[in-house]
């Protein structure tokens, strides 16, 4: 099944997304080898290129690694997968809590809607 992808951003960025939260989530534990570019496309329903571009953004943050002979593997460094999960709970918490001013709610509304919630 193809990936929920939108016009809204760039194709990469959202697959770069993808992929973060398959790490994050454990989809794609430390170390472990991720899929062929080609079965990633193939599953994304992309071009094959897009996926590479954003395979090698990944690589850029350190969250992936390139063997030349093996593919290409998650980093095992659980240190920078803990601050890619946090990085992305603010930046989703921060989306979130925009919407709910946009709905006119107050600071105090939205802890007390976080209250009942937790």
Known sequence: MAWELNSD????????????FSIISGKYPCG???????????????????????LSELELTGL???NRTTGRFVTDDTGLISSVKKELA????SEFFEKLHSLGMTDNEIKELISDII
Do not use: G
């Open 9 to 20: 951003r760039p194709i990469y960025m959202q697959i770069m997304d993808n992929i973060k």
């Open 32 to 54: 472990d080898k991720l899929p062929s570019v080609r079965d990633l496309a193939h599953e994304a329903a992309v071009n094959p290129n897009t996926m590479q571009k954003a």
């Open 64 to 66: 992936i690694q390139s």
């Open 90 to 93: 603010t930046e989703y918490c």
